[in-house]
């Protein structure tokens, strides 16, 4: 499958603290998705992004797609605990449109 | 509820002893996949089956087994597992026709293997 490199492997910010993790990949993606996953939790997902240079918003969480479509990231804005978990982009396969490979995730630290 | 089940959500075995995890889910779906998260190696795919009967290969299928006789089950299998294999697995649903909205994740299940 396609690879996509995820920075940073881990993130510890103070409460109020903005955070972004980037996703990043040598060839050009035909869309990206984000996932998040609490502590001893699963994956959930959050979000797809599949047009050049789109951006959007989910209340402090801000998802952006290249305009190249080789990166993505996602911001938070002001992290509460609650944002407390593991970030994970995830592409589809170019040779299989239904196949994802993730990233290796971002694990955020939300310091009270 | 929509929803993927997997049972076990923990298994403690010994090695050789072949095991099952189930999977199901009650959306539809026509595709279905298998990964194993590891510390430091994010999700990795193990098989994926695109519908009834149609299964394939990801990236980590060594000593596993699936099949997909219906469209909501997709069980995984270790014929004869190993403590490599001790994991936590994931199986992941989506694609209702064309449309992907991302993929439903179950509660996972925590293999360990002694």
């Known amino acids: ?112 | 509820e929509a929803q993927v089940t997997q049972n076990p959500r923990y298994l403690i075995t010994v090695t050789g002893k072949k095991l099952t995890v189930t999977c199901s889910q009650n959306m539809n779906h026509e595709y279905m996949s298998w990964y194993r998260q590891d510390p430091g190696l994010g999700l990795r795919q193990i098989y994926y089956s695109m519908n009834v009967e149609v299964t394939d290969k990801g990236d980590v299928p060594e000593g596993y087994k699936v099949s997909r006789k219906e469209k909501r089950n997709f069980p995984l299998i270790l014929e004869s597992p190993s403590p490599n294999q001790t994991s936590l697995y994931f199986c992941a649903s989506g694609y209702r026709g064309d449309v992907f909205y991302g993929y439903t994740f179950g509660s996972g299940t925590r293999l360990t293997v002694v």
């Open chain 1, 1 to 112: 499958g396609q690879q996509v490199m995820q920075i940073p492997q881990y993130q510890h910010v103070q409460e109020g603290e903005d955070f972004t993790t980037y996703c990043n990949s040598s060839t050009t993606l035909s869309n990206i998705q984000w996932y998040k996953q609490r502590p001893g939790g699963h994956p959930v997902f959050l979000i797809q992004l599949v047009k050049s240079g789109e951006v959007k918003k989910q209340k402090r969480l801000t998802f952006q797609f290249g305009e190249a479509k080789k990166n993505s990231s996602l911001h938070i804005t002001a992290t509460q605990t609650t944002d407390v978990g593991t970030y994970f982009c995830a592409v589809r396969d170019s040779g299989s449109a239904r196949q994802l490979t993730f990233g290796s995730g971002t694990q955020l630290t939300v310091l009270p």
